[in-house]
């Protein structure tokens, strides 16, 4: 049974013509007019032309759906996504690449997708599920070893170091009949359709990639041979689909000297539409296969929104299907643009929608300047999968946890909540008291709200994150808080204002961790050098200690103005705590500038013009001469004077954020929407 949702009787259009003619009106009205014409794929109208690709969630439990990813999905139903195309589901025992994969290889998946359709459909929202393989792409260990993976051939992966062995002819007819025998499941459970993964260098496009598939059968050699699996695959599933959707997901460019090419990738694209194999066309770019091949699975913030809409368009040209096209669109304006300009027929915005659900209503009802815009960070969605936790979102932390604090129940008694600190967590708390009725006062000591995502914007290629403070500033003020800025908070200050709770988020401060000081070195903080302090020319070592943007945005910044850089990590290198695509572009910027990134160290002391370090294996000495300033991205500690001055925690105070212990912003808002759910 589904349980009881927070979103079904919030704004439900059942499908019809009626409800797409309402959406395409309401669409011209806003300014989005190609965006919100309805969308014909096969036999299936979609109301609106966003699309929330698949995408892992990690909210599969024994390979089966659960409440949880159903919440999740009919979240973004009701928020008015046109399309939901539903995670990867293995169709092989073969493909299990994740021990969370979710599994489509006995009827015992029906019922979970029933659930998943029926809530999507209450809200006439279009829904598709994946099919998957993905060949030599395995990830996890299972039970502590190592599966046996098969590809096309026995060529290695690079990104995840696995070998695998070549498929039996017998064994690639099997995969084929599971493709058939998994899609007749997803009918059965009522969705709309199915989509075929050979994107991203999985087995469909491991078998069209010639230097990937060797063989001498039917299934290698030429173009024509090495198309025979995904034109089978596809025939197979086009015979037990009936009336459903069947759509194609493949990457142009794999952006790898080894990978799939984006010729390659059309030709096959062209002679599978000649054949009427499928009704849309999904378009993405990059590969899983390696790392700077990866990093196009979901692109960081250096990469140009709507970067992939020119390989769209070149093969809209020559294909008689609807193109849809995934790369960063994040935006309702950008997703109408590409339309209008016909490079496609309709976008993707997954992790739009991730962090914002009703990016659709909002856009379609002329509130676009409401949308919580994604700002690519990649956090808490695809970290979170990379680090086998259920997604989420560092500025929408409802997001995966739609069970627990996706509703907003009002208070039972209203009060008056006085929120000390304007940072993220501060502006969370304060958006979602007031938003539960309570009497909210947001006091900041500076004179703009927003913490240390001020400073994080600062940063080279990091200018977007200061979009985080925008977006909770707007939320704190659209919820009626009152933010006085240029207010700094003492006991004074809250005996004379009388609240009946005090939350304090008065976040942290550059920590300084002990050094031996000798002479008068030109030593500085992070904080100082973001905040334009200056800097000596010359050498210039960059003490890191948590591994985040911190220590390599610093470093990159200083390259950038003309010093050479030495950038010192205790870890095994630098960025370690970054998401692996955030990781690698911030890698690739330290290369390009020369930066030289000294692992495995710890500061120890500091003279006139030399760091001494400690290697943190052998204890042994490294000292770096010739050094002209120290910045030390040493970490943080709590800036929590205000607490022992106000009495400490308790009943009526509550502490949060970095003022509690500095960790990251997507901890200080998750921080600030439980206070602010329990007040």
């Known amino acids: 049974m589904t349980p009881a949702s927070p979103w079904r009787k919030r704004g ?28 014909e794929l096969g036999s299936h109208v979609v109301k609106n032309r966003i699309v929330s690709s698949g995408h892992d969630t990690v909210m599969v439990e024994h390979g089966r759906i659960t409440d949880r990813l159903v919440a999740y999905h009919e979240a973004r139903a009701a928020g008015g996504v046109g399309l939901i195309v539903v995670q990867v589901a293995a169709v092989h025992e073969t493909a299990r690449y994740t021990t969370h994969v979710l599994m489509a290889t006995d009827d015992g998946c029906v019922e979970g997708y029933r659930r998943l359709a029926d809530a999507v459909h209450a809200h006439g929202t279009t829904i598709v599920g994946q099919l998957f393989h993905p060949g030599r792409e395995v990830m996890d260990l299972v039970d502590g070893n190592l599966a046996v993976a098969v590809a096309p051939s026995a060529v290695p992966n690079e990104r995840f170091h696995v070998m695998p062995r070549a498929l039996r002819r017998d064994e690639v007819l099997d995969v084929i009949q599971g493709y058939a025998e998994a899609a007749t499941r997803l009918m059965r459970a009522g969705m709309d359709g199915v989509e075929i993964v050979a994107s991203h260098g999985y087995l469909p496009a491991q078998f069209l990639n010639p230097r990937t598939n060797v063989r001498l059968d039917e299934y290698g050699g030429d173009e024509a041979n090495r198309r025979r699996f995904l034109a089978e695959v596809l025939t197979s ?49 990059g590969t899983s296969a390696t790392l700077a091949g990866s990093d196009h699975i979901a692109p960081t913030m250096h990469l140009a929104n709507g970067y992939v809409a020119p390989l769209a368009s070149s093969v809209k040209e020559v294909v008689s299907v609807p193109v849809i096209v995934a790369g960063r669109i994040n935006q309702p304006q950008e997703a109408e643009r590409i339309i209008a300009r016909g490079e496609a027929d309709a976008c993707v915005m997954t992790r739009a929608l991730i962090c914002d659900p009703n990016v659709a209503n909002l856009a379609r009802d002329g509130r676009a300047d409401e949308i919580r815009a994604c700002v690519a960070c990649n956090q808490a969605c695809i970290g979170h999968f990379h ?117 304090v988020a008065t976040g942290s401060r550059p920590y300084r961790p002990p050094l031996e000081i000798m002479g008068s070195p030109h030593l500085l903080d992070v904080d100082g050098v973001l905040l334009g302090g200056p800097v000596p020319r010359g050498h210039v070592v960059v003490v890191d200690w948590r591994g985040d943007w911190t220590g390599v945005g610093v470093a990159r910044l200083l390259a950038e103005r003309g010093n050479r850089v030495t950038l010192a990590t205790p870890g095994y290198g630098a960025g370690e705590s970054l998401q692996q695509y955030v990781r690698d572009e911030q890698l690739a910027a330290l290369a390009r500038s020369r930066v030289t990134v000294l692992a495995l160290v710890r500061p120890y002391g500091v003279d006139d013009d030399s760091v001494y370090l400690q290697h943190v294996l052998t204890e042994e000495l490294v000292v770096l001469e010739g050094v002209a300033a120290v910045v030390l991205a040493t970490g943080r500690c709590a800036n929590d004077d205000l607490v022992d001055g106000l009495g400490g925690p308790g009943d009526a105070l509550t502490v949060i954020g970095d003022c509690a212990a500095p960790r990251t912003v997507e901890e200080a808002v998750l921080d600030g929407l439980r206070v602010g759910s329990s007040l």
């Open 12 to 39: 439900a259009v059942p499908p019809g013509a009626w409800s797409r003619n309402l959406s395409r009106d309401r669409g011209v009205m806003s300014g989005y007019p190609r965006l919100f014409e309805p969308l």
């Open 237 to 285: 599933v086009r015979e037990r689909l009936g009336s459903g959707v069947l759509g194609l997901r493949i990457s142009l460019d794999d952006h790898d000297p080894g990978g799939l090419s984006a010729d390659e990738a059309r030709a096959a694209i062209v002679a599978l539409d000649r054949a009427r194999l499928f009704d849309y066309v999904s378009v993405t770019t």
């Open 387 to 503: 680090a086998g936790f259920a997604i989420s979102c560092i500025q929408h932390p409802e997001t995966g946890r739609e069970l627990t604090l996706g509703r907003r129940v009002s208070a039972a008694l209203a009060r008056r909540v006085l929120v000390i600190g304007g940072g993220p967590a501060g502006l969370k708390a304060a958006a979602v008291a007031a938003e539960r009725g309570h009497r909210v006062a947001l006091h900041e000591a500076a004179a703009q709200v927003g913490g240390l995502v001020l400073l994080a914007q600062r940063l080279p290629g990091r200018d977007e994150f200061g979009g985080v403070a925008t977006n909770l500033e707007r939320e704190a003020r659209r919820a009626g808080v009152e933010i006085v800025t240029h207010s700094a908070a003492d006991p004074a200050l809250v005996a004379s204002l009388a609240p009946d709770l005090v939350v």
